[in-house]
């Protein structure tokens, strides 16, 4: 069975903070690594992982996967208010199907 | 485009009673799927499909039925509800259930209350 598991459940933060969110995994048939945001409603895309030691980045946000000892870290740096969420990691098969973790709770305060 | 649509937002039952949940999308995505969402749970999976006529169970398909007689929808049955089928139910979509992208989107969610 598929599995996915991230940490720490939840995360209390200042603003200015930096913060790291990890998602280990155990996927057969594994093809992708991806992280979602999550305020109250759907999950948004944040990354999609394939491939080892290549870094995703976009804004204060940064991704890495390490496909060798299976996981994967949400970097946030300078963390704002509005990062403030459930952070969402899911292994991807080569068919499509996603298994998703927990998520982390992120919450900001000013 | 509209994206992934689901109907309705809100929805009460009583135990027993049955309901089906509608998911389209006009994306032309092959792959569509079911995730119902619970406090500390994250998403799991009730059912896929790959493609229009092809349909599989996930995580927690007991209690749920689907088909896919379209490529744009999905709908979600429930036979016979029971309390703790009471969630938020997420469907969502991809370009292709055959290795090519795993990006999903998701529709709005569909909040369900068995009674």
């Known amino acids: 069975e598929d599995k996915v598991v991230q940490s720490p459940l939840s995360l209390v933060v200042h603003e200015g903070d930096t913060v790291t969110l990890n998602c280990s995994y155990e996927v057969t048939n594994f093809r992708s690594l991806l992280w979602y945001k999550q305020e109250k409603k759907a999950p948004t895309f944040l990354f999609m992982l394939t491939s080892s030691g290549i870094e995703k980045k976009s804004g204060r946000l940064s991704s890495i996967l390490d496909k060798k000892e299976l996981f994967s870290i949400l970097n946030i740096t300078a963390t704002q208010t509005g990062d403030s969420a459930v952070y969402l990691c899911a292994g991807g098969t080569s068919y499509g199907k996603l298994t998703f973790g927990q998520g982390t709770i992120l919450t900001v305060h000013p | 485009n509209a994206g992934v649509t689901q109907t309705p937002k809100f929805q009460v039952l009583k135990t027993g009673q049955s309901m089906t949940l509608q998911c389209a999308q006009d994306?032309?995505?092959?792959?569509m799927s079911w995730y119902r969402q619970d406090p500390g749970m994250g998403l799991r999976l009730i059912h896929y499909?790959?493609?229009?006529?092809?349909?599989d169970q996930g995580e927690v398909p007991n209690g749920y039925n689907v088909s896919r007689s379209t490529t744009e929808d999905f709908p979600l049955r429930l036979l016979s509800a029971a309390p703790s089928q009471t969630s938020v139910y997420f469907c969502?979509?991809?370009?292709?259930?055959?290795?090519?992208?795993?990006?999903?989107?998701f529709g709005p969610g569909t909040r369900l209350t068995v009674l």
């Open positions: 994306m032309n995505h092959e792959y």
């Open positions: 499909s790959v493609g229009a006529g092809i349909t």
């Open positions: 969502a979509s991809s370009y292709s259930g055959t290795g090519n992208h795993n990006e999903q989107f």
